[in-house]
């Protein structure tokens, strides 16, 4: 019963993550966001998240993860509640940065709870199937739940679905969910904080602003530069440190370090491709939001199958084949679906969207597995906290990198189309800012001049909606040789009483 609540509380947080995916054309509509406003309301609730998951984690190990938890469910329907009553693009983006605060007290509260009340481990990697699999199955059921809401209400009611969620899950976890915490636990890193949000916040802003300035404006350089300096200096941070919110030995462990990248990575592709695809589906197909979302089941349903199923793959043959496996499988998905042209339909992206969904349903429940497992159990908080941190900045990077390449690819091309026809300035600047906005100015013009800018901006849009999966493919096909060279082959299973984890070993000191 306290795995179960865990896991429905948990839902929220990864169906947040997708949710809005199926509402970006109507955001573009009814707030008038461009391509950059749409890339900033994904990410700056990844921000958030994952800069304070770890001090959430090491919070969850000090004070209690159930306090933990049930505050993260308190803070999540709050700023929920914010967010669906936003009047304009930056009130939407301030409240979805409050909103991952709130994830970031739940999602590694979940995962140390589980791992500290499944100690047998095969109850536990069984356990950790089931967590993972909500996690997949809440980013995959995103659109379909967004487009279910958006045919019946408004675009704030992707947001409100939250509450009512969170209200079931903190009244059955007062009595189901236990408690427990590492009374030795150091006290919350906050300078660590501090620099890795700022890092990787302005890392992200690099990334989205640099379709607009060019890649190699001044302004954009300094930013990227910067947010890499500053997790430069959160990385020697944490290295010297008497209290550090990240114990970097953790990585000298292949078990940890390898699985945790493979996590990452697979986030990229998954987040990456849910991002383009959506616009895809509704603007490129005329699918409404519900239409959109159901056709996404082909990702949803190969999640939920693989998800669970996970367990006794990497039972039967080890998790370095079973994360490979799965690495491989999206990177087919994300080539197949690179494939798109404007004269596809849907069934050209069906098989490609499955593989994905394969993939995500095998890689993210065995490699969490690998990382917790690899963990002593008085540092569960902080090793959830790192593995959700992963998930967060490897979706998030996904969404920035891929956007980018798209938004980047699709006004160079329609500049290059539109050069000839002389738009006014004004209306050329619309029409470059997303294709939602430029289906809009089409539609308004009609005649053989709308068609013709419809076409084209489809056109643009749809050669950098391949650029950008083809090269997410690229990235998880060197992921998955990766994994093969650096994991470690079978695990073995260790004594239940006093056991040593493979971190633990590789942290302590050789003599």
């Known amino acids: ?12 947080v990864s169906l947040d993550g997708t949710v809005l995916n199926v509402a970006l054309p109507t955001l573009v509509r009814k707030l008038h966001a461009s391509s950059r406003d749409l890339q900033w309301i994904v990410d700056s609730y990844v921000v958030l998240f994952a800069g304070l998951m770890l001090v959430s984690g090491s919070l969850a190990d000090r004070v209690g993860r159930k306090r933990t938890f049930l505050a993260g469910l308190v803070a999540f329907a709050a700023c929920s509640t914010w967010a669906a009553f936003s009047g304009s693009v930056g009130m939407l983006i301030a409240a979805r940065a409050a909103m991952g605060i709130g994830a970031a007290l739940i999602m590694p509260s979940t995962l140390a709870i589980i791992t500290n009340t499944f100690t047998e481990r095969r109850e536990r990697q069984r356990a950790i199937g089931l967590w993972g699999a909500t996690s997949g199955v809440g980013i995959a059921l995103g659109p379909i739940v967004g487009g279910l809401l958006l045919a019946h209400f408004s675009w704030g009611s992707v947001f409100l679905i939250n509450v009512p969620i969170a209200a079931v899950g903190f009244a059955c976890a007062l009595p189901l969910v236990p408690d427990s915490k590492n009374p030795a636990a150091s006290r919350p890193d906050l300078a660590g904080a501090l620099l890795s949000m700022a890092g990787l916040g302005l890392l992200l802003d690099a990334i989205i602003e640099a379709p607009v300035d060019g890649w190699s404006s001044a302004l954009v350089l300094a930013t990227g530069l910067g947010g890499l300096a500053l997790l430069a200096t959160f990385g020697f941070w944490e290295r010297t440190c008497a209290q550090p919110m990240l114990n970097l030995r953790f990585f000298a462990a292949r078990s940890f370090s390898a699985a945790i990248v493979s996590i990452a990575l697979m986030m ?9 695809l959506t616009q895809f589906l509704q603007f490129q197909l005329g699918y409404t939001p519900l239409q959109a979302g159901v056709r996404i089941l082909p990702a949803a349903g190969a ?27 999206a990177t087919a998905g994300l080539w197949q679906i690179s494939g798109a042209t404007v004269t596809s339909g849907y069934g050209a992206i069906v098989a490609g969207m499955a593989l994905v969904g394969v993939g995500a349903g095998l890689v993210i429940p065995s490699a969490t597995g690998s990382v917790m497992g690899s963990l002593p159990r008085e540092h569960t908080g902080v090793g959830g906290a790192t593995n959700g941190t992963f998930l967060q900045v490897g979706g998030a990077l996904g969404v920035a990198v891929i956007g ?17 026809h002389h738009f006014p300035s004004a209306l050329e600047q619309t029409v470059l800012g997303s294709l939602g906005s430029a ?27 391949d650029l950008g999966l083809l090269s997410a493919a690229v990235v998880i096909a060197v992921a998955a040789a990766s994994a093969l060279v650096t994991l470690p082959g079978k695990a073995t299973v260790r004594p239940t009483q006093d056991p040593e984890s493979e971190a633990t070993a590789a942290a302590r000191p050789r003599i």
Do not use: Q
């Open 1 to 12: 019963m306290a795995l179960a609540v865990l896991c429905v509380s948990l839902l929220i």
């Open 303 to 329: 999640i939920a199958l693989a998800a669970p199923l996970s367990s006794e793959v990497v039972r039967a043959f080890g998790t370095k084949l079973t994360i490979a496996a799965g690495l491989l499988s």
């Open 268 to 276: 990229f592709g998954l987040l990456g491709a849910f991002f383009v």
């Open 404 to 420: 980018s390449l798209l938004s980047n690819r699709y006004e160079d091309r329609l500049s290059n189309a539109l050069a000839l």
């Open 439 to 465: 289906l809009a100015v089409a539609h308004e013009l009609g005649g053989a001049t709308g068609e013709l800018l419809a076409h084209a901006a489809r056109a643009a849009f749809l050669n950098g909606m």
